[in-house]
C-alpha cells in the first residue's frame, strides 16, 4: 500500500515535472525586429511598451514607425504579454492619443512576409513577429525576444 | 447647403487619403446626441426638454515624408469650422514644432479631450474651460507656431511647451474669436507651458501653464486689455479613482481711456471626482465656479457672470467605443438659479 503511494506520489511528481518541461519549450517567442539602420541593435522590453504606445517618437534623430500585423492573434498576444493591456483597452489609449496628440497607431500590414518586406524597405520601421518567422532576411535585423507563453 | 457639399467633398477626400495605402493617414470621428431640459427662466426650449444633435467631428492626422499634419473638423447645426489644423516637424522627443491653429496648453482639460465628447468625462465641459462658441472667457483655440517636447528625468516625465500666437479678439458678438488669418492688433500671444509626472506616484500629473496676449474687440464701445492668464492643473488617477483640477487666474489690464481704467484678477476653477467600477460604471461629481470683477471690461463684453455648478453624474462604457452620460445639474449664474438635467450618448468611430 505504501509503494501504491509512493508510486502515486512520483508519477504524480513526474507528470507535473514533463508538464512543465513542455510548456517552456513549446512557449512561443516573439521577435522585436527592425530595419537594419536602425540606431540601435538591442532594446528593452520597456522601450518597445514605449513606442507602441506613441510615448516614444524618435530615436537617435531617427523617426521610429512602428508597425504590426493585421492577424489579431499575434496582435492579442502582444498587446496582452508586452504592453500589459487588453485589446479593446489598447485600442481605446489608441483613439484617444491619436486626438490628442496627432500621433498616429502603428501600421497594420497583411503578413508576416508583408510585415517584414515593409520594415526592410522603411527607415525606422520597428515590428514584431513570431521568432520562427524571421529567415535571416538582409533587410531587418533582430532586437529583442520575448517569451510570451502558449 | 454649399457648406454641406464642401463638407461632404472634404469627408471624400480625407477618406480616399486614409484609404490610401501609400501614406499612412489615420481617421477618426466622433458623434453624439443629447437630451436636456432645465428649469431656467422663461425659455420654453429648456423648459420643455430638448433632444439635441451634438456635433459630427471628424478627426485625420498622418505623416507625410517626416512631416506631420493633423486636422479636426467640427460639423454642427449644417455648418463646418475647422477647429485645428496643423503641420509641422518633430525632430526628437524632446522637440516637435507645429504651426496653424491648435488648442492652447492652458491646464491640461483642454488638450485631452478637444472636442471629443466620447473621451470627455463629463457632458459639458466646465465652465471657465468652454470653448470660444460656447461664450467661453479663455483663448483655447490659438493660431500660430508651437514648439512643445517630453523628456525623462530622474524624476519623471517632464512635458513642456511654448507657442506664439496672433492672440484672439472679440468678434461682433461679443465672443472671443482666435485671428485664424490676420492679427488685429501687434501684441502677440506669448503662452508657456510645463507638467510633471513623477515616477515615484503612478498616475499623478502637475501641471503650470501662462498665458499673455493683448485682446482688442467687440461692439461699441471696443475693449481693449491687456490678458494674462495663470493656470494650475493637478490629475490623478488610479484604477478606480480619478481626480483631475484645474484653477486659473485671469488679469486684464484696461488700456482704454476711460477714467475708471485699471487692473482687475478673476479667477475661476473646478474639481472633479470619479469613481471608476470595473471600466464601465462610472459615478462622477464635478463642481466649477468662476468668480469675476463686475467693472472688468473684459468680462462685461463677454456677458460673463458669477457661476458656481455642481454636477452629478453617471458614465456608463457600453464598450470602448461608446458611452452614455446622464447628469444633474444645479447651477447659480449671477442672481438666478436653477437645475438641469441632460442626457448623452457619444461614439467614437
Known amino acids: 500500500m505504501k509503494f501504491a503511494k509512493l508510486g502515486f506520489v512520483v508519477g504524480l511528481i513526474t507528470l507535473l515535472l514533463s508538464c512543465t518541461l513542455y510548456a517552456r519549450a513549446s512557449a512561443r517567442e516573439l521577435a522585436i525586429i527592425a530595419n537594419k539602420d536602425y540606431p540601435l541593435n538591442s532594446i528593452s522590453a520597456s522601450s518597445v511598451k514605449d513606442i507602441y504606445l506613441g510615448e516614444k517618437i524618435s530615436e537617435g534623430g531617427v523617426r521610429v514607425k512602428p ?4 492577424d489579431e492573434a499575434i496582435k492579442k498576444r502582444f498587446i496582452e504579454k508586452v504592453m500589459g493591456s487588453t485589446v479593446d483597452g489598447y485600442k481605446a489609449y489608441w483613439i484617444k492619443k491619436f486626438f490628442q496628440e496627432g500621433v498616429t497607431p502603428p501600421t497594420a500590414k497583411g503578413t508576416p512576409s508583408e510585415l517584414i518586406d515593409a520594415i526592410s524597405n522603411t527607415g525606422g520601421a520597428i515590428g514584431y513577429v513570431w521568432v520562427d518567422d524571421v529567415k535571416g532576411e538582409a533587410g531587418v535585423k533582430v532586437l529583442l525576444k520575448i517569451e510570451v507563453g502558449n | 447647403m454649399r457648406n454641406i457639399t464642401s463638407g461632404i467633398i472634404l469627408l471624400i477626400t480625407i477618406l480616399i487619403l486614409s484609404a490610401s495605402s501609400g501614406h499612412a493617414f489615420e481617421f477618426n470621428g466622433f458623434a453624439d446626441i443629447n437630451f436636456k431640459k432645465s428649469t431656467e427662466g422663461v425659455l420654453a426650449a429648456a423648459r420643455n426638454g430638448s433632444f439635441a444633435l451634438g456635433a459630427m467631428d471628424l478627426y485625420f492626422a498622418g505623416t507625410l515624408e517626416d512631416i506631420d499634419i493633423m486636422t479636426e473638423l467640427l460639423v454642427s447645426e449644417g455648418r463646418i469650422s475647422v477647429h485645428r489644423l496643423n503641420i509641422g516637424y518633430t525632430f526628437s522627443d524632446a522637440l516637435r514644432f507645429r504651426v496653424g491653429r491648435f488648442h492652447a496648453p492652458l491646464g491640461l482639460w483642454n488638450t485631452s479631450y478637444h472636442h471629443g465628447q466620447q473621451l470627455q468625462p463629463t457632458i459639458e465641459r466646465p465652465e471657465i474651460i468652454k470653448f470660444d462658441f460656447e461664450n467661453g472667457v479663455l483663448p483655447l483655440h490659438v493660431v500660430g507656431g508651437y514648439l512643445s517636447g517630453r523628456v525623462l528625468t530622474t524624476a519623471g516625465t517632464v512635458e513642456y511647451g511654448a507657442s506664439i500666437d496672433n492672440g484672439p479678439t472679440i468678434n461682433t458678438s461679443n465672443r472671443l474669436a482666435p485671428n485664424n488669418t490676420s492679427d488685429n492688433n501687434n501684441g502677440k500671444g506669448i503662452l508657456l507651458h510645463v507638467a510633471l509626472s513623477p515616477d515615484m506616484v503612478e498616475g499623478f500629473k502637475a501641471g503650470v501653464s501662462g498665458y499673455k496676449s493683448r485682446i482688442q474687440g467687440g461692439t461699441s464701445p471696443v475693449v481693449d486689455v491687456n490678458l494674462t492668464v495663470l493656470g ?30 485699471g487692473s482687475n484678477t478673476s479667477n475661476g476653477y473646478f474639481v472633479l471626482a470619479r469613481y ?5 460604471w462610472i459615478p462622477y461629481l464635478l463642481y466649477d465656479k468662476i468668480s469675476i470683477k463686475a467693472e472688468d471690461p473684459y468680462f462685461d463684453k463677454l456677458g460673463t457672470q458669477d457661476v458656481t455648478k455642481t454636477t452629478v453624474g453617471f458614465r456608463y462604457n457600453i464598450n470602448y467605443r461608446s458611452c452614455i452620460k446622464g447628469e444633474i445639474r444645479s447651477v447659480e449664474r449671477g442672481t438666478n438659479d436653477w437645475s438641469e438635467y441632460g442626457v448623452q450618448w457619444a461614439l467614437a468611430f
Open chain 2, 276 to 280: 471608476i467600477f470595473k471600466d464601465k
Open chain 1, 67 to 70: 508597425m504590426e500585423q493585421r
Open chain 2, 232 to 261: 494650475a492643473a493637478l490629475n490623478y488617477s488610479t484604477a478606480n479613482i480619478d481626480l483631475a483640477t484645474e484653477y486659473f487666474s485671469i488679469k486684464n489690464e484696461d488700456n482704454s481711456t476711460a477714467a475708471n481704467a
